[in-house]
């Protein structure tokens, strides 16, 4: 078993800046890959980016894609998302996710085994 735990949410102005964090405990050798997920009122959750620790490979979505940021290693147990330039539209619940098997791609909900509790980030215009 692998417990997430995300914080670093908040409100910020748009055009802002902050940084997410997710610690992961537990069974953590087992991941081979974290990502972040988001979920708008009323929306289903949505792909944000993910790390593969082989290679350390990082993919986005288009929507964030050049103002969000993934960073961490496993060795240190815990995963960053910094996202910058922060639009209303951002505004969700930024859930935390790990994933216990080697896929190439990590887009789908589905590619995940554990989920973190979230964390809710507020974007004023």
């Known amino acids: 078993q692998v417990q997430l735990v995300e914080s670093g949410g908040g409100l910020v102005q748009a055009g802002g800046s902050l940084r997410l964090s997710c610690a992961s405990s537990?069974?953590?050798?087992?991941?081979?890959?974290m990502g972040w997920v988001r979920q708008a009122p009323g929306k289903e959750r949505d792909f944000v980016g993910y790390i593969a620790w082989s290679g350390r490979r990082t993919s986005y979505a288009d929507s964030v894609k050049g103002r969000f940021t993934i960073s961490g290693d496993n060795a240190n147990n815990t995963v960053y998302l910094q996202m910058n330039s922060l639009k209303p539209e951002d505004t969700a619940v930024y859930y935390c996710?790990?994933?216990?098997?080697?896929?190439?791609?990590?887009?789908?909900?589905?590619?995940?085994?554990?989920w973190g509790q979230g964390t809710q980030v507020t974007v004023s215009s």
């Open positions: 537990g069974h953590h050798a087992s991941v081979h890959a």
């Open positions: 996710a790990a994933s216990g098997s080697a896929y190439y791609t990590y887009y789908r909900n589905n590619d995940y085994n554990y």
